[in-house]
């Protein structure tokens, strides 16, 4: 991809709209669609690196109910030639084809790779990359099975939808919030899985959510790793302008 002449592309992830309240994530949700306005004057493109929800689940005719700002602002922004990529996160998992038919949004569930400007980028969410993590690695393999996937969408939404956002907002090893603490470099995981793709191929950027905590961490002589943050506590975000990256914050916030 070769950024036009004034363009950027946008990072961000971890919104985890929904929670803890509704009237506590309107909040949230309200600041992401102004930011969003005010990035579409230069954006090229932006990517959402997981867990804008912070449950979904699509049933065959059913999605969760809300939200209706973002995925109006998103399909309006599409509609005008920005590029949107999603990548799932650990929140959104069990997203289908509803991004992909109602908002012509190509969805991702692993991470890829982008070239931009010459730059290479490695880019996911996160969740289960690297040598940590191991509890959430245990859980995302019950969760991602076709057995619990199939039971689970024959529970009545009302109920369906009730529980896993109880379990999203109370279960530690789900919401992690257990986490959410700088480990140091040597110990952040994203940062040593970084380090050991570097091992066999170059890449000069790794974007990655999942952590809620902003950070850049060299690791290599010309590569960065780099967690968005979150908009819950941070309201961070990255930028690219066609020669460099940067973790941006925002101004206001709740």
Not at 54 to 81: H, I, M, N, Q
Not at 235 to 252: A, C, H, I, P, R
């Amino acid at each position: 991809m070769k950024l036009p002449e004034g363009k950027k592309i946008y990072f961000s992830s971890d919104n985890h709209l929904g929670a803890p309240t509704h009237s506590e994530s309107l909040k949230r949700e309200k600041i992401f669609i102004s930011w969003l306005d005010h990035i579409k004057v230069d954006a090229h493109a932006i990517f959402l690196l997981g867990d804008l929800f912070d449950f979904w689940f699509e049933y065959k005719e059913v999605v969760p109910k809300g939200f209706v700002r973002t995925l109006g602002k998103l399909a309006e922004l599409k509609d005008s030639g920005i590029e949107i990529y999603y990548f799932v996160g650990n929140h959104d998992l069990w997203m289908k084809d509803y991004f992909k038919d109602e908002l012509n949004i190509p969805v991702f569930y692993k991470p890829q790779v982008f070239e931009f400007n010459s730059k290479k980028f490695f880019l996911g969410h996160g969740d289960g990359l690297g040598p940590g993590d191991k509890g959430y690695k245990r859980m995302k393999k019950v969760f991602t099975h076709p057995i619990s996937k199939w039971l689970f969408k024959w529970l009545h939404p009302d109920l369906g939808v009730r529980l896993a956002k109880h379990l999203s907002v109370k279960n530690k090893l789900i919401s992690g919030d257990e986490d959410a603490k700088f480990l140091g470099e040597e110990n952040e995981w994203l940062a040593q899985y970084a380090k050991r793709k570097l091992e066999d191929e170059h890449y000069d950027y790794f974007v990655f959510g999942h952590r809620h905590l902003p950070m850049e961490i060299q690791v290599g002589e010309h590569s960065k790793y780099i967690n968005l943050g979150d908009w819950i506590a941070h309201y961070t975000f990255g930028v690219f302008d066609g020669n460099e990256f940067s973790l941006e914050k925002l101004n206001k916030k709740p």
